[in-house]
């Protein structure tokens, strides 16, 4: 019955995501503060700032001076999102984040049109521009992403055959440009997916694209984030974005209904348990979720900075079992 | 790929859980109107009250009230909780409960001593007692329940073949006294358990007793509340308990770390995604569960009320289309 994988990569996207969406102010050195945090966890890879118009994303006008402020640890690589040239100059510039390119594609026009103000052909391309600029500037192009994989508010259900069909896409156009794509993200931009879906949709494109690796991008709306990344790692994906204390989201009055990406310290403590390696250390990472929500000034959705991990639980039984 | 069940039958808990948990005081009648609410969902079974010392439970403390002040909905069952002769004659007493009988065995010996007083050797005697109570009372014996199955808090992990012996001598007891035991609750009381561990200790019990109907009483202390009532349905698991907007706990500052049962309308939504009946009217539950969050005073943990059910956004995209 178990045919988990034996580890998986979590990429953190907790400051990312939270401070994108937080109505803040947060201050730059409390961001700092929690990023540094994080550093110090085992994590491995860090989303820690978007390089976007200030005027549309207040809470992201201090990327230069966050990534400029973090304490980096070694072994941990800092990455930011763009998602134009202007945006990657800015990433470029700060000199201290790990720049390989992704590239992107949406599910849903409606949603490409409101999210990015943009068409499906003009993403395509958009897409074949960014793979060129990132060929000049011999940028890699670590991955390639499938936003609104498993649904959209603006157009409703996405079949798997269709996620196929965007993933065959976005290997042509790399492959136009003698690319391999190695990593392909199936992000649940609106938290459609179900276990069910996710165990579809990964399926098809593992059977058609077996060499691909896949990665799950899943937000927690609905309350389905821990389901699907566990039916993912039944299917045996070993890379997940996640959120520490779930920041990007607060399911509470102050932003009624959004919700971040699944919860870090949540996956963590399931992958603990099931036995996946995460290389993080647990009870650093409850710290950082207690801290975030200090940070922001609200509860956020974590259950286990909440009810405690389990591990911790042993030692006292065995310490007092051994007294 | 899809070896889902059909339907499942819920049994909503949210009101003995809940209103036994809340530190309160609640008016009475705020408990009848959610009880009420609740009947209108299409949910068939529902415990509403727990027959315990007035002076340990203040919060149950009106129960007999509480079952008085209903308006009974046809085809709704309503039941009570009782752990000895006296809470049984309680709920008789109320003439409106429907009245099974229900036996149990704790999976922890530490857990038992804590939470009833007990030690195992005497909940055998008392579970004896029971059963003969109930037969001479001519009250069915209907489900028989495993306390801390995956779990517990002042004892440790609990082995799939330890919930396999504890079934058997439940099964056992049972048997004595001319009785065949057709349902059988695993219940993770303390939010031990993880999809791997319903996967492992369910098929344990399906393998030796393939007769029984499981049930899985799920807490989500840790988080993991809809990831393992998904892996008890891919196990074909049938029965579940479940509260109304995670109602008996609250895992914000008023009640630090405890959790309730897994959300209704969180397993409904998921339910009605996947194609299996639940015969509940999710938009009716959604509201039940805004209702709980106001007849409570706080916030509680239910998500698809804050994100809403994809259903209703279908039927907006649907219409917008068509217009």
């Known amino acids: 019955m178990n045919t988990l ?6 990429k953190e996207e907790g400051p990312r995501e939270g401070f994108q969406f937080e109505k803040g102010p947060i201050p730059t050195a409390r961001k700092i503060e929690l990023i540094d945090a994080l550093s110090r966890t085992g994590v491995k890879q860090m989303q820690i700032v978007s390089f976007v118009n200030p005027k549309a994303v207040p809470g992201m006008a201090d990327a ?6 973090i304490t980096p ?5 800092y990455t930011g999102l763009w998602f134009n040239d202007q945006g990657l100059e800015r990433a470029i510039s700060t000199g201290r984040l790990e720049i390989k390119g992704s590239i992107n594609l949406s599910a849903s026009a409606k949603f490409l049109q409101r999210n990015l103000n943009r ?6 391309a958009v897409t074949r521009g960014m793979i060129d600029t990132y060929r000049q500037k011999n940028i890699e192009v670590e991955r390639a992403t499938i936003m609104a994989a498993f649904g959209c508010n603006f157009e409703g259900d996405v079949s798997a055959d269709r996620v ?13 440009q003698g690319i391999v794509l190695g990593r392909m993200s199936l992000a649940d931009t609106m938290a459609w997916a179900t276990p069910l879906s996710i165990k579809r949709t990964v399926g098809a494109v593992q059977d058609k694209f077996p060499d691909l690796d896949l990665e799950l991008h899943l937000h927690d709306t609905r309350g389905m984030g821990i389901a699907n990344a566990y039916a993912g790692l039944e299917m045996g ?8 204390a779930g920041l990007g989201g607060c399911p509470f009055a102050c932003h009624a209904g959004a919700a971040g990406n699944v919860c870090t310290e949540d996956l963590v403590f399931m992958c603990d348990e099931v036995g996946i390696e995460t290389g993080i250390d647990l009870e650093a990472l409850l710290k950082c979720g207690r801290l975030a929500e200090d940070v922001v000034g609200h509860p956020l959705p974590g259950s286990v900075m909440k009810g405690g991990s389990l591990r911790r639980l042993r030692e006292k039984l065995s310490k007092a079992a051994s007294a």
Request: proline share 7%.
């Open 5 to 10: 994988p034996k580890q998986i990569h979590i």
């Open 64 to 69: 230069e001076e966050v990534v400029r402020g």
């Open 73 to 77: 640890v070694p072994g941990v690589a």
């Open 119 to 124: 068409a499906p052909q003009q993403q395509i």
């Open 164 to 176: 196929v069909d965007l993933v065959g896409q976005l290997v042509d156009l790399a492959t136009e």
């Open 237 to 244: 994906v070993q890379r997940f974005d996640s959120s520490v």
